[in-house]
């Protein structure tokens, strides 16, 4: 099991930035890779980055890229997700999850944090 716990959401401007925090624990050594969601009302979920948790090497989804980053911190069990030059359409929950497999599920998720973007 591994349990995922995130922050650092919140309102901020269009234009603004936030960077959200996901800290994993429990059997973290078997994690593969964490990930990172999306989901504004109404909409499906959005899968918008993904770290490898092997070598840190990230990909990140068209609609934000240049202006998310993903990166983790192993030592710490952290993964980040910064997020910068912040649009109204950003405005959604965002989770994290953590897969141990390389299936592409992922089958662990933490609650999410609220990330409102004012214009």
């Known amino acids: 099991q591994v349990q995922l716990v995130e922050s650092g959401g919140g309102l901020v401007q269009a234009g603004g930035s936030l960077r959200l925090s996901c800290v994993a624990s429990?059997?973290?050594?078997?994690?593969?890779?964490m990930g990172w969601f999306r989901q504004a009302p109404g909409k499906e979920r959005e899968h918008v980055a993904r770290?490898?948790?092997?070598?840190?090497?990230?990909w990140h989804a068209d609609s934000v890229k240049g202006r998310f980053t993903g990166s983790g911190d192993i030592a710490k069990n952290t993964g980040y997700l910064q997020l910068n030059n912040l649009k109204p359409e950003d405005t959604a929950v965002y989770y994290c999850?953590?897969?141990?497999?390389?299936?592409?599920?992922?089958?662990?998720w933490g609650q999410g944090t609220q990330v409102t973007v004012s214009s």
């Open positions: 999850a953590a897969t141990v497999n390389y299936s592409g599920k992922y089958d662990y």
């Open positions: 429990g059997r973290t050594f078997n994690m593969v890779a």
């Open positions: 770290i490898r948790w092997s070598g840190l090497s990230t």
